[in-house]
């Protein structure tokens, strides 16, 4: 059965830290690895990865695919009290559009 | 303008009861999608339509019956509420390739 793997659960830090959140999978067919960003509301989309897109980067977040490794990690660095969310990683094979999600990460950032 | 809109945003009913959730989209996307939200802020997939067409049913009670009267509109009607139920219930769509867009969600409580 296809899944995705989140660590860690929560992840308490304060303001100029920097994060490593971590997603492992395991999918039939992988096509792209999602990273979303959740806080009261809607999840809202960061990046997307593919084997010819491994590596994204915007402004203090940046991601990195390892399709060796069937993971991916996603760096915010010098973080701020506005970075407080769920981290929610995905993905989706080539069959299928629907998002396999992790349990996510929730991050809060003290100042 | 909103992308994806859902009515309504919050729901509290009694056990028992049917209610429904509508959801639109203005981006022209032809695929949408249901997705549940539990206590522990996992998402996981329940229905996707692309252009009318069920695509995917993950084995959801048939209390649960999506209906898409266009591409536009994918509304989800529950009969018989249980506790079970209580939820937050994300609609979204996607055009193809490049990620989804999510509405803001509809908290459904049941007493």
């Known amino acids: 059965e296809d899944k995705v793997v989140q660590s860690p659960l929560s992840l308490v830090v304060h303001e100029g830290d920097t994060v490593t959140l971590n997603c492992s999978y395991e999918?039939?067919?992988?096509?792209?690895l999602l990273w979303y960003k959740q806080e009261k509301k809607a999840p809202t989309f960061l990046f997307m990865l593919?084997?010819?897109?491994i590596e994204k980067k915007s402004g203090r977040l940046s991601s990195i695919l390892d399709k060796k490794e069937l993971s991916s990690i996603l760096n915010i660095t010098a973080t701020q009290t506005g970075d407080s969310a769920i981290y929610l990683c995905?993905?989706?094979?080539?069959?299928?559009?629907?998002?396999?999600f992790g349990t996510g990460t929730r991050l809060q950032v003290f100042p | 303008d909103t992308a994806v809109s859902q009515t309504p945003k919050y729901l509290v009913t009694q056990m028992g009861n049917d209610k429904s959730i509508k959801c639109e989209q203005n981006?022209?996307?032809?695929?949408m999608y249901w997705y549940k939200q539990d206590s522990k802020k996992f998402l996981k997939i329940m229905f996707s339509?692309?252009?009318?067409?069920?695509?995917i049913n993950e084995t959801v009670p048939n209390r649960f019956s999506p209906k898409s009267p266009d591409k536009a509109h994918l509304n989800l009607h529950i009969n018989s509420l249980e506790l079970g139920d209580s939820a937050v219930y994300f609609c979204?769509?996607?055009?193809?390739?490049?990620?989804?867009?999510f509405g803001s969600g509809t908290r459904l409580t049941v007493v």
């Open positions: 979204a769509s996607t055009g193809g390739f490049y990620g989804y867009t």
């Open positions: 999918v039939t067919n992988f096509r792209s």
């Open positions: 593919t084997s010819s897109g």
């Open positions: 995905a993905v989706t094979s080539l069959w299928t559009d629907k998002l396999i």
């Open positions: 981006l022209g996307h032809d695929t």
């Open positions: 339509y692309n252009n009318k067409e069920l695509i």
